[in-house]
């Protein structure tokens, strides 16, 4: 049974970039959103076992999903995958209850640990 995933991000080239940066032989079934709000509607359609989740969205910022995440006690492995490299930001959406940070512009040798670390992918 294939593994569903969703990527959210606002920008159509960089969820495409993502797609590609995923390995090709994993067995998923991937959903797309735009916005937060759209990422929270398939997380609770059964789309999202695994959320790659852009910060900067319009309607509704990868920062809210994650505060409706963790105050609904909903259970999704997030990987946040942002430009915004700070400390600060990394150190929040930890907090928030992400699993990892990937920094833009996303690469098959960024993703590829993190799957294998939490056992997505062996």
């Not at 940066?21 to 998923?28: F, R, S, V, Y």
């Not at 929040?92 to 209850?97: D, E, F, P, Q």
Request: charged residues 20%.
């Amino acid at each position: 049974m294939s593994l569903p995933i969703v990527i959210a991000d606002d920008s159509l080239l960089a969820r495409k970039v993502l797609t590609r940066a995923l390995p090709p032989d994993w067995d998923i079934d991937v959903s797309y959103a735009s916005n937060g709000r759209e990422a929270l509607d398939l997380y609770r359609a059964g789309k999202a076992s695994v959320m790659f989740l852009d910060l900067t969205m319009p309607d509704m910022t990868g920062y809210q999903v994650l505060e409706a995440l963790q105050h609904e006690d909903l259970n999704t492995f997030v990987i946040v995958v942002s430009a915004d490299v700070q400390p600060m930001a990394q150190a929040r959406v930890r907090t928030l209850g992400a699993a990892a940070f990937i920094a833009k512009p996303v690469t098959p040798e960024a993703v590829l640990p993190i799957l294998k670390e939490y056992g997505l992918y062996v």
